[in-house]
């Protein structure tokens, strides 16, 4: 069975490609242990930097809402099973915030859900033209995670954090560059390209001042910070999950009876 995530190393650059095209990259429990996993192994090649990149027409659509389904005859399952993915969702974002060199995405197409915090946890990011950002934690009834509200009003503002997250607004991949969620559009099939370019800039500067300077952003202060509000997200998320509109809200967006 192939691997949910792929990593590789070159010329001092880490990669980590996440390989569930046919669902979309959605987030299931084990393709965020293989992600997490993919990590270790990155920081213990010590790069230069690290790229984010995915398979498929899609970056991530989030938590694979199929797997939840799956687990909703039983609340207690639901709730286990819900624990488990968001919870390794958080270390991952975490994983991100405190890896030692400057984080890179290549973001080839959608995201949705909770999978914007493996974007707001990097430093650089190149978004096709085709891409498109949104929650719909408010079509489907879940508790936002992944950074929506721990993340995200710190980056655009907390008037537009909210106001995007009411409203299920659709962030094209321009919108997203002039909130300061991307900091290149490029052509459709381009965002390696345009990665490529970045890290040929990095690797003609000085590492360890590029690294000093992550550290000094993301020193231990503001990462407890951030965890603190993750596991908020994930408390409420876990209050929500279980609620008779938020069953019924699954079963609407999957068309299942």
């Known amino acids: 069975m192939p691997s949910l995530v792929k990593f590789s190393h070159d010329r001092n650059i880490a990669s980590i490609r996440l390989n569930r095209p046919e669902r979309h990259n959605a987030l299931t429990p084990a393709l965020l242990n293989d992600l997490r996993g993919c990590l270790e192994l990155a920081r213990g090649v010590a790069p ?36 488990r993915i968001v919870g390794a969702l958080h270390d991952v974002i975490i994983d991100l915030l405190e890896f030692p060199a400057p984080v890179l995405a290549a973001v080839n197409g959608p995201v949705t859900g909770g ?39 710190e980056r655009i503002g907390t008037a537009k954090a909210l106001e995007i997250q009411y409203l299920n607004t659709r962030l094209t ?15 459709e099939g381009a965002v390696e390209r345009q990665i490529d370019t970045w890290t040929a800039s ?44 938020t069953l019924e809200g699954m079963k609407r967006f999957t068309g299942r009876p």
């Open 48 to 83: 230069d930097a690290l790229v984010l990149s995915a398979e498929g027409r899609s970056f991530s659509t989030g938590g694979d809402i199929g797997g939840f389904m799956e687990h909703a005859e039983s609340p207690d399952e639901l709730l286990a099973y819900s624990d």
């Open 202 to 245: 990095i690797a003609g500067m000085n590492a360890n001042t590029l690294k000093a300077t992550r550290a000094n952003i993301w020193d231990k202060k503001r990462i407890a910070t951030v965890r603190e509000r993750l596991d908020q997200e994930k408390s409420r998320f876990l209050e929500r999950v279980t609620a008779p509109d």
């Open 173 to 187: 991949a321009n919108d997203a560059l002039s909130l300061g969620l991307a900091n290149a559009v490029v052509p």
């Open 115 to 153: 999978s914007l915090g493996l974007i707001l946890a990097a430093d650089l990011v190149a978004m096709s033209e085709n891409t498109f950002l949104q929650p719909y934690y408010a079509v489907v009834g879940f508790g936002p995670d992944g950074g929506w509200t721990a993340l995200l009003p």
